[in-house]
C-alpha cells in the first residue's frame, strides 16, 4: 500500500498534531525530503517528538525512513495527489457535479483495489462458500451493501439473510451456529449494532469477516477476517457516497469468487432466475 494513500485513509483518525504533520507533508511533498526534522516540526508548527510519534504510527522507525520511503513514492506521490476528493459546493454546476462524483467514485475503487489484502479476500471466499448460511449486517447505506449482497448471495442459491432492523438483526446472531458466517459491513466501523452482532457471532462460534475503512476500528478488530474498503468521505455525506461504492467493490470481488468456485452450476442459476425475471419485462 503506497504511503500517501495510507495517510490520506487514517489521516481523520489522527491527533490534531499528526493531522497538522499529514497536511504539511502533502502540501510540502516536493521539500520534505530535503528537511530535518526540526525543520519539519516547525514548519508544522509542532514538536520533533510528535513527528517521530507520527512516524511510528505510519510503521516506521523513525523520521529518516519515512523520508526514504517517501522519496521512493515521490512520482507516485505527485500524481495521485494531483487528485483530490473534492466536496461538492452550492454553487457549483451540474458539470461540476458529474466531474467531482465519477472522479470520487473512481477512486474510491482504486483505493479500495490497493488496500484489500489478497490473502484475506481468499480467506473470506473459501468460508463463504463452506458455509451453510451467510448472515449479513449492516446498518444506514451499509445496510444497502449488505441487501445487494444478500440479493446476489441468492441468485446462486447460497442461504443468505439480511434483516435492517436491529433487534432482528441481534436475534439472528444470538442462533448463529458454528458453521454459518457473519459479515458485518460499516464504514466507520463503530456502528453499535453491527460490532454487537459480530461480537455475538464470535461468541457462538462462526466465522466473522468485516468490511470497513482502513485503520484500527472496533469492528476490525474483534472479527476472523478484515477486508478493507477505500472511500474517503467529505463534507457532504448525505448519500454516503465514495463509502457505498468502494463497500459494493468489495462484495463484487467476493460474490465473483464464490460463484467462481462451482462456475458451471452458478452460471445455470444465474441463467435461471434471469430467464425468470425477464418473463415481467415489458416486451416491445
Not at 37 to 46: D, G, H, R, S
Not at 80 to 87: A, K, L, R
Not at 93 to 109: F, M
Request: charged share 25%.
Amino acid at each position: 500500500m503506497s504511503l500517501f494513500l495510507k495517510m490520506n485513509e487514517v489521516r481523520d483518525q489522527l491527533t490534531n498534531s499528526e493531522q497538522k504533520i499529514v497536511g504539511c507533508i502533502l502540501d510540502n511533498n516536493e521539500e520534505v525530503y530535503n528537511l530535518s526534522i526540526q525543520e519539519l516540526a516547525k514548519k508544522c508548527n509542532t514538536s520533533p517528538s510528535s513527528v517521530v510519534r507520527f512516524c511510528q504510527k505510519m510503521g516506521f522507525e523513525g523520521f529518516q525512513d519515512f523520508k526514504i520511503e517517501l522519496a521512493k513514492e515521490k512520482s507516485d506521490l505527485n500524481k495521485n495527489h494531483s487528485i483530490v476528493y473534492e466536496d461538492v459546493r452550492v454553487d457549483d454546476t451540474i458539470d461540476d457535479i458529474v466531474g467531482k462524483i465519477s472522479a470520487g467514485n473512481i477512486k474510491s475503487i482504486e483505493n479500495t483495489v490497493e488496500l484489500l489484502d489478497r490473502s484475506e479476500v481468499e480467506k473470506a471466499v473459501r468460508v463463504l462458500n463452506n458455509a451453510n448460511n451467510i448472515l449479513l449486517y449492516g446498518v444506514g447505506a451499509s445496510g444497502l451493501v449488505a441487501m445487494d449482497f444478500q440479493y446476489k448471495l441468492m441468485r446462486i442459491n447460497r442461504n443468505a439473510f439480511c434483516y435492517l432492523d436491529s433487534h432482528t438483526q441481534l436475534s439472528t446472531a444470538v442462533n448463529i451456529q458454528e458453521n454459518d458466517v457473519a459479515v458485518g459491513i460499516s464504514h466507520s466501523g463503530k456502528t453499535l449494532e453491527v460490532f454487537k452482532a459480530i461480537e455475538m457471532a464470535n461468541k457462538k462460534g462462526a466465522k466473522t469477516i468485516s468490511i470497513t475503512r482502513y485503520g484500527d476500528n472496533p469492528l476490525s478488530s474483534i472479527s476472523n477476517i478484515k477486508l478493507w474498503s477505500g472511500g474517503k468521505e467529505k463534507n457532504l455525506r448525505v448519500g454516503a457516497i465514495a463509502s457505498r461504492i468502494a463497500q459494493l467493490t468489495v462484495v463484487d470481488i467476493l460474490f465473483v469468487g464464490l460463484a467462481q468456485k462451482d462456475f458451471n452450476t452458478v452460471s445455470e442459476y444465474l441463467k435461471g432466475t434471469r430467464m425468470m425475471v425477464d418473463d415481467f419485462k415489458i416486451k416491445k
